[in-house]
């Protein structure tokens, strides 16, 4: 993490007032190291950040009051030298002068990485009720809530460097992220210093770091933003998931564009039906979007909700698409397995535009990206001389070098929609077969599997069932709930893959099924491997395995030799 120092802060006693809540501090730290918190006071008396006065009574002859109360007349409280530089909840992450968030997690406590993190220089710590003893502390009452409370903290902190970058927001079931990525490459061209921040990374002009979620807690939310202003970025376009908006993630946080893409069923295992998934996601526009009468909102109407939104957005937002209610249009779309050409339309001018990317829902986030950067004032030639050389974003039907003849795409298609959506795109580039080796991810929504099933059954010649990330759940329980999608669908046998017109295979070793399915190639042959894209990893249970489809596709086509 970047030094971030200097910049306004805040004092543990400040914090703790503006959370209302009360800063503490009494007890020596872990292992009998002394409390943080100032140097020990001349003859024995306690250091600042020691015992709190009795009945919070101010100290005599000006000297700052214990307790964290406020001292009389302005003289500064407990906590005043305790200036925190940051705020994080992973130990791992702690800088010194840090604030160290114990949370309780899924399978992890933050309480049992206190002390490690006031080792690595935690200046204190914020936790929930019970109390214990570790030095300099903000005490939530109860658990309930407490993510809310960091975040909120994690902002007063932040947000006083992070105040003047311009947020775009894109959400939708898909297509973030190759709209992020086709966004950044335009707005590099107008010469704007960009970061994004997304399922696949975050970046921005010298930094990468891994995403551990599409939109992240607060702490590391806001700490990023913080860091890429520290860095000059004027523009960040961040991909903002449905949990991220339903869970407060991005609140305190104001969008001067958003964009919409579509809604296809995913993560009804957390919103439970569709209703709450699309209910999730219109807060972008209602609750976080710049309220300034503008046009600020970007909506795809190819999508029936894109269309719903966009009415009740009004004057607000302007529709991209290839219908005739679409104020950024594409027409005369030609498609081949090189790229796409197309003529855009727009209010800002019309012209036609080549591209290396695949598919017609690929040209659908061309446009996404065109409609965004024009209203924000980009020049039409900057948006034309990225989008011609713009690739996308890695693992969305992301070409796997191959012999002459046969195409391998690796894509993160992981919910019906998109896998369907991909499906028909290559379907129409007429190949002799369209083979899809695919599977469902574990713990998550266990409707969607028949779901995806039938999409391969639809649009594809061939099958191959596999495992995906099966985390704690059973990879052949998962397959056999996925095949209820392809009942009706001949089972063959790995020998006769390479020759068989349709059906299809299960094989729940991914390495195994990626060289099956390479050796099962014909001249004039699709294969699609879906469902991890970008992934490199494989979760089985709760440890993550390195696995790159890439990787595994290109040795097994190396191994064929042929090119």
């Not at 975040?151 to 709209?179: D, R």
């Not at 990330?469 to 209820?484: C, F, H, K, S, V």
Request: proline share 6%.
């Amino acid at each position: 993490m970047a030094d971030l120092k200097p910049h306004p802060g805040l004092t543990l006693t400040e914090l703790a007032k503006r959370l209302g809540l009360k800063a503490l501090g009494s007890e020596p730290a872990l292992d009998g190291e002394p409390a943080l918190g100032g140097e020990p006071a001349l003859g024995g008396e306690p250091a600042l950040g020691g015992e709190p006065a009795l009945e919070s009574e101010p100290a005599l002859k000006g000297e700052p009051a214990l307790g964290g109360d406020l001292a009389l007349e302005g003289e500064p409280a407990l906590g005043s030298d305790l200036w925190l530089s940051g705020l994080t909840e992973d130990s791992r992450l702690v800088t010194p002068g840090d604030l160290f968030a114990a949370i309780e997690g899924l399978g992890v406590n933050g309480r049992d990485y206190i002390e490690k993190a006031l080792k690595a220089g935690a200046k204190a710590v914020i936790l929930t009720e019970p109390d214990i003893p570790c030095g300099p502390r903000i005490v939530a009452p109860q658990k309930e809530g407490f993510r809310a409370i960091v975040n909120q903290a994690a902002q007063e902190i932040y947000q006083p460097l992070a105040q003047n970058l311009e947020l775009i927001g894109l959400t939708g079931t898909n297509g973030k992220s190759t709209i992020s990525y086709l966004l950044e490459a335009i707005l590099k061209a107008h010469n704007l210093k960009t970061g994004v921040m997304g399922t696949i990374e975050y970046r921005w002009p010298g930094a990468v770091r891994e995403a551990p979620n599409t939109t992240p807690e607060g702490p590391l939310l806001w700490r990023t933003l913080a860091e890429m202003a520290k860095d000059n970025c004027q523009t960040v376009i961040m991909e903002v998931s449905s949990h991220a908006l339903e869970l407060g993630r991005v609140k305190g946080l104001t969008f001067a564009y958003g964009l919409f893409t579509n809604l296809t069923q995913d993560h009804l295992d957390f919103h439970g039906d569709l209703a709450s998934y699309f209910k999730a996601k219109k807060k972008l526009f209602f609750e976080f979007l710049k309220d300034d009468k503008a046009v600020r909102a970007v909506i795809g109407v190819n999508d029936p909700k894109g269309q719903e939104l966009l009415k009740e957005l009004g004057d607000r937002a302007l529709g991209y698409g290839f219908t005739s209610s679409a104020k950024v249009r594409g027409t005369n779309i030609q498609k081949s397995l090189t790229g796409l050409k197309l003529t855009i339309e727009t209010p800002w001018g019309s012209w036609d535009q080549e591209s290396p990317l695949i598919g017609d829902y690929n040209a659908e986030n061309l446009l996404g990206a065109a409609a965004l950067a024009g209203l924000k004032g980009v020049p039409v030639s900057a948006i034309k001389e990225a989008l011609s050389k713009a690739i996308g974003a890695p693992g969305r039907l992301e070409k796997v070098p191959s012999p002459k003849g046969t195409l391998v795409l690796v894509d993160y298609a992981h919910s019906p929609g998109a896998l369907k959506t991909v499906l028909m795109a290559l379907k129409e580039l007429k190949p002799v077969r369209l083979m899809a080796l695919f599977g469902c991810g574990g713990d998550r929504d266990r409707l969607k599997r028949p779901l995806m099933g039938k999409a391969v059954k639809d649009y594809a010649q061939i099958g191959i069932l596999t495992s995906d990330n099966p985390r704690t759940e059973d990879p052949l329980a998962i397959i056999q709930e996925t095949e209820g999608g392809l009942v009706g669908w001949p089972r063959l046998k790995a020998k006769d893959l390479k020759t068989a017109s349709y059906g299809y295979a299960v094989e729940p070793d991914r390495k195994t099924a990626i060289n099956l399915a390479i050796n099962s190639l014909n001249t004039g042959d699709i294969l699609l491997i879906a469902g991890k894209g970008h992934e490199d990893y494989q979760i089985i249970g709760r440890e993550k395995f390195p696995f790159d489809d890439r990787k595994v596709a290109l040795a097994a086509l190396k191994a064929l030799g042929g090119f």
